[in-house]
């Protein structure tokens, strides 16, 4: 059993977790994602790692509260525990040595994402420009976390709420166009999102890394259920991925394959087998 050590509420939707885990903490690298059960009968829930604690043993974990097994985490409080936590999985993220100068999107929840792959570049002295996409002020999070990595933290929402107003699209062109020089882009968030960063780079030629979240079964490449298309290949999200080459991937097909179980994912029903004739469980 896996202990919650600390809970905190990020917005309404959006819970981090300090969970003690010492193996994974000892191994873990920003990239590497997790996968959890809360009890016997859960499903099996990947999620990137948002930081580590190696001295404290402890992972943590952020995530929106969106379907049954996430509503299910989120009713347990500091000191109770999960049944399942696996890790670290998955490539951690490459930091190349050569870098200067990187830019780190983040969009929504996954600035939880971004956040980590900003500090691993910063603890690497390369200097980072980060920009936080939110709908609006009221789900902003991690701001002083992300301010205290990067050297410029900017942030923007769609309604112009806090921040500045626009797409974190629309902020990336303009410090393109300002002549800022990257060496590398790293995007993470919605689909549609990373597909639109990897676009606006694409004619400048400025390597752009996406950080994929397909669905996953097993994690460990036997179930195939992570399938994304990169550069024309299949490849699998949790031990080719998740971070891949944004100018390869084709997020549309992406995007179909993730909406394929959305009704499953946000009921509560339990599932039944077809295979047993309807026994549940079995
Ligand atoms: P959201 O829909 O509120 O979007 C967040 C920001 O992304 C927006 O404020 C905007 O700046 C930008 N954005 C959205 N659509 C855009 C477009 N068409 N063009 C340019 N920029 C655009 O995000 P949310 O509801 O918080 O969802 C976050 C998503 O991140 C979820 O889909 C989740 O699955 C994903 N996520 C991915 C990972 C990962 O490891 N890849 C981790 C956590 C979350
Ligand atoms: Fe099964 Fe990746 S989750 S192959």
């Given at each position: 059993?896996?202990?919650?050590?600390?809970?905190?509420?990020?917005?309404?939707?959006?819970?981090?977790?300090?969970i003690?885990?010492?193996?994974?903490?000892?191994?873990?690298?920003?990239?590497?994602?997790?996968i959890?059960?809360?009890?016997e009968?859960?499903?099996?829930?990947?999620?990137?790692?948002?930081?580590?604690?190696?001295?404290?043993?402890?992972?943590?974990?952020?995530?929106?509260?969106?379907?049954?097994?996430?509503?299910?985490?989120?009713?347990?409080?500091?000191?109770?525990?999960?049944?399942?936590?696996?890790?670290?999985?998955?490539?951690?993220?490459?930091?190349?040595?050569?870098?200067?100068?990187?830019?780190?999107?983040?969009?929504?929840?996954?600035?939880a994402?971004?956040?980590?792959?900003?500090?691993a570049?910063?603890?690497?002295?390369?200097?980072?420009?980060?920009?936080a996409g939110?709908?609006?002020?009221?789900?902003?999070?991690?701001?002083?976390?992300?301010?205290?990595?990067?050297?410029?933290?900017?942030?923007?929402?769609?309604?112009?709420?806090?921040?500045?107003?626009?797409?974190?699209?629309?902020?990336?062109?303009?410090?393109?166009?300002?002549?800022?020089?990257?060496?590398?882009?790293?995007?993470?968030?919605?689909?549609?999102?990373?597909?639109?960063?990897?676009?606006?780079?694409?004619?400048?030629?400025?390597?752009?890394?996406?950080?994929?979240?397909?669905?996953?079964?097993?994690?460990?490449?036997?179930?195939?259920?992570?399938?994304?298309?990169?550069?024309?290949?299949?490849?699998?999200?949790?031990?080719?991925?998740?971070?891949?080459?944004?100018?390869?991937?084709?997020?549309?097909?992406?995007?179909?394959?993730?909406?394929?179980?959305?009704?499953?994912?946000?009921?509560?029903?339990?599932?039944?087998?077809?295979?047993?004739?309807?026994?549940?469980?079995?």
């Open positions: 059993m896996y202990k919650i050590v600390t809970k905190r509420c990020l917005n309404d939707s959006v819970t981090l977790m300090e003690e885990a010492p193996h994974i903490a000892r191994k873990a690298k920003a990239g590497q994602f997790i959890f059960r809360v009890d009968k859960g499903e099996r829930i990947p999620l990137t790692i948002a930081d580590y604690d190696r001295e404290k043993g402890t992972v943590t974990i952020i995530f929106q509260i969106v379907g049954a097994s996430t509503k299910l985490l989120n009713t347990l409080e500091e000191g109770d525990s999960i049944l399942d936590f696996v890790g670290p999985l998955g490539v951690a993220t490459h930091i190349d040595p050569n870098a200067k100068r990187v830019c780190v999107i983040g969009g929504g929840v996954g600035n994402i971004a956040y980590p792959q900003a500090k570049l910063h603890n690497a002295g390369i200097q980072v420009d980060m920009i939110f709908r609006s002020k009221d789900i902003v999070i991690l701001e002083d976390e992300m301010g205290a990595v990067s050297d410029h933290l900017y942030i923007m929402t769609d309604d112009g709420s806090y921040g500045e107003k626009g797409l974190v699209t629309n902020k990336l062109q303009q410090l393109i166009d300002a002549g800022n020089k990257y060496d590398e882009v790293i995007a993470i968030g919605p689909i549609i999102m990373m597909k639109f960063v990897a676009a606006t780079t694409k004619p400048y030629g400025i390597k752009t890394l996406v950080s994929l979240n397909p669905i996953m079964v097993d994690g460990t490449g036997m179930c195939g259920g992570c399938r994304v298309k990169v550069g024309g290949q299949t490849k699998f999200a949790c031990v080719d991925g998740p971070d891949f080459d944004g100018h390869e991937v084709d997020f549309d097909e992406l995007m179909k394959r993730n909406t394929f179980y959305r009704e499953r994912e946000t009921t509560d029903k339990e599932h039944v087998c077809r295979l047993t004739g309807g026994k549940r469980n079995a």
